[in-house]
């Protein structure tokens, strides 16, 4: 199996704006739910967002209203738009589906807030 491929990460101040990109993906996953995790410093990974495949979203109440969760079907690329970043946004954001799948994960791609 391919695992997705994360990027977009960096560094960037409170308040700033960030896209990241989920590439890998296989032209069948457009059935399934996509999702955006992150797993920050110490702590558990944790899902950050969902997209069915009908177009219905989630987001995590910590990023509501922050972060989109889209997709180009063409492409086969699902997308998260993160603005007004926040230092507790730091973290490694995975791409993967929901529920996730353990041989799916890549790498990741990092974000760090911070002044």
């Known amino acids: 199996q391919v695992q997705f491929v994360e990027s977009g990460g960096g560094l960037v101040q409170p308040g700033g704006s960030l896209t990241l990109s989920c590439a890998g993906s296989?032209?069948?996953?457009?059935?399934?739910?996509r999702a955006w995790y992150r797993q920050a410093p110490g702590q558990q990974r944790e899902l950050v967002a969902t997209l069915t495949s009908g177009g219905r979203t989630n987001y995590a109440d910590s990023v509501k209203g922050r972060f989109t969760i889209s997709r180009d079907n063409a492409r086969n690329t699902v997308y998260l738009q993160l603005n007004n970043l926040k230092p507790e946004d730091t973290a490694v954001y995975y791409c993967?589906?929901?529920?996730?799948?353990?041989?799916?994960w890549g790498q990741g791609t990092q974000v760090i807030v911070s002044s």
């Open positions: 296989r032209s069948i996953f457009k059935l399934y739910t």
């Open positions: 993967n589906l929901d529920p996730s799948d353990p041989g799916y």
